[in-house]
Nanobody, 120 residues
């Protein structure tokens, strides 16, 4: 059974930090590129960051560049999102996703999400 389970969300003041974790099971975690997405109330789900399966390359959406850091530990089947200098507009449900492209086919898995609220 494939699972991605996020944790680490919560309420934080503007300027604060949080670290989200996403643990995968039921699939070969190290062969998947891992990403974080977020969805604010009434808005579409937006891509936040991606780390390649080899873990050597990271990509960030412009609104979070230089504030968020994605990292992974394949020995723990875990991907992290370190979020610093948080702003109220970062408030959203954060989801992790695993993606693997092989032989023209794409396989994706999503977690259930974790709420992040930035407010004073």
């Amino acid at each position: 059974q494939v699972q991605l389970v996020e944790s680490g969300g919560g309420l934080v003041q503007p300027g604060g930090s949080l670290r989200l974790s996403c643990v995968g099971s039921g699939f070969t975690f190290s062969t998947y590129a891992m990403s974080w997405y977020r969805q604010a109330p009434g808005k579409e789900r937006d891509w936040v960051a991606t780390i390649t399966s080899a873990g050597g390359t990271t990509f960030y959406a412009d609104p979070v560049k230089d504030r968020f850091t994605i990292s992974g530990d394949n020995t723990k089947n875990t991907v992290y999102l370190q979020m610093n200098s948080l702003k109220p507009e970062d408030t959203a449900v954060y989801y992790c996703k695993g993606t693997r492209r092989l032989g023209g086919m794409t396989r994706e898995y999503w977690g259930q999400g974790t709420q992040v609220t930035v407010s004073s």
